[in-house]
Each structure stands twice: as C-alpha cells, then as structure tokens.
C-alpha cells in the first residue's frame, strides 16, 4: 500500500492490521521507514500512532511525540521517556496537555525546557518561572515566546542577555519595546524608538 496524506481512516487502519503481514516481502529497514513515515504524518488515526508509540525507535518516538493527533495520554508517557530528544519533541508540540507541560518543565535537561519555553501552548505561570531560569538559552526562547505574558516581557527587557529577543517579541508593548531601544547600543534599535515615539503618540490621540 503506498501510504500518503491522502489516505482514508479504512485505508490508515488496513495497513496497520496488515503490517505483520508485509513483513513477509520487506526489508527490517524498509518497514521503519515506512512506520516513521506514518508516525509523522498528520492524517493518522489517533489509535494507530497509539501503537506506534510502543516502539523502542527512537525516531518513531519523536515522531509520534511531534504529531498533532497523538492522544493526549500517550503523549504523557512519552514525556516520561528517557530519550531527551522524544521529551523534547513533546515540549514543542503545541497539542501537548497543559499538565503535561507543568511537569515537563521539572525536568532537568536545558534543552527540554528550552523547547517548552518556546511554545505558545505552555501555561503562562510555567512561562514566568522559566524566565528566572539560570540557563541563558532557556529565558531567550521564553523571550521570544508570543504567548509570554508582558509583566515577564518586562522583567525580561532588563535581562542583558535576552533583551533583543524581547525587542523581537510581537507581544511586547511599546513602551517596552521604546526603554529598549532607547538604551541600547545597536543602531537599528533607535529608528524602532523613533517609530514607537510615533505609535505613542498616535495611541494618547486615539479616543
């Protein structure tokens, strides 16, 4: 069966009750191709991406971890697993549970929690405490997060090391954006201040 986007639920649920079966005329390495293939495509039904996820792969995992339709509780037991590459892509998916989420940001790899502060669908007070995080990289993704709240936007401006994300932000309101600019050494960043001083303006005239 040549599988696709464009294949039905009936097509999705023969392969899988066929695939032992297929075995049979495939290569080892053919078949996992075939199943990571199927792992992150976004057309497949939530009970087989279930199964794939009891795979000892870890590509397949990760791909069932960044798929959009992987039920919510498989996805809380791939953020238990011991590949941090598989707990990463579960942090990035913006499908991921909140509670989920939460724990996740209890983990001790940076690079985990620097992939759940950069997701839209962390919770904000997870957000918050990600901003204090000591690791650099981390408070940058939480920077430039869009769903970052702008009290930790501000705190955050003030952060030598993350202000120019902050400046990034599409979130970060303008009387932010305009104390950075203003104190910043890098010449682009004072025409911004300029352009804030007009958007200001244009704000108090508003009715």
Same mark, same amino acid.
């Given at each position: 069966?040549i599988?696709?986007?464009g294949r !039905? ?5 023969a392969w899988?009750h066929?695939r032992?079966?297929?075995l049979? !005329? ?5 078949d996992?191709?075939e199943?990571?293939?199927v792992?992150g495509?976004?057309?497949v ?16 995992k990760i791909?069932?971890a ?7 509780e498989?996805?809380e037991?791939l953020a238990?697993d011991?590949?941090w590459?598989?707990?990463i892509a579960?942090a990035?998916n913006?499908k !991921?549970?909140a509670?989920v989420l ?7 790899d ?7 502060a950069?997701n839209?669908s ?9 901003a204090?995080?000591?690791d650099e990289?981390?408070?940058e993704?939480?920077?430039g997060n869009?769903s970052t709240?702008?009290?930790v936007l501000?705190?955050?401006a003030k952060?030598d090391d993350?202000?120019y994300?902050?400046?990034?932000n599409?979130?970060?309101p ?5 104390k950075?600019a203003?104190?910043s !050494?890098v010449p ?5 201040s300029d352009g804030?001083?007009?958007l200001?303006?244009?704000?108090t005239?508003?009715?």
């Amino acid at each position: 069966m040549i599988l696709g986007r464009g294949r !039905t639920k009936e097509e999705w649920y023969a392969w899988w009750h066929t695939r032992d079966i297929d075995l049979a !005329t495939k290569s080892y390495e053919e078949d996992k191709a075939e199943r990571v293939n199927v792992a992150g495509n976004s057309t497949v039904p939530a009970e087989i991406l279930e199964g794939l996820a009891e795979n000892e792969d870890r590509k397949l995992k990760i791909d069932v971890a960044e798929n959009h339709n992987t039920p919510p509780e498989v996805l809380e037991e791939l953020a238990k697993d011991k590949d941090w590459e598989v707990r990463i892509a579960v942090a990035e998916n913006s499908k !991921t549970p909140a509670k989920v989420l939460e724990e996740l940001a209890k983990d001790k790899d940076k690079w985990v929690k620097k992939a759940l502060a950069g997701n839209p669908s962390t919770p904000l007070k997870v957000l918050e405490e990600l901003a204090k995080d000591k690791d650099e990289e981390v408070r940058e993704a939480v920077a430039g997060n869009p769903s970052t709240p702008p009290k930790v936007l501000k705190k955050l401006a003030k952060d030598d090391d993350v202000r120019y994300d902050v400046a990034g932000n599409p979130s970060t309101p303008p009387k932010v954006l305009k104390k950075i600019a203003k104190n910043s !050494t890098v010449p682009w960043l004072s025409y911004v201040s300029d352009g804030i001083d007009w958007l200001l303006d244009d704000l108090t005239l508003d009715p």
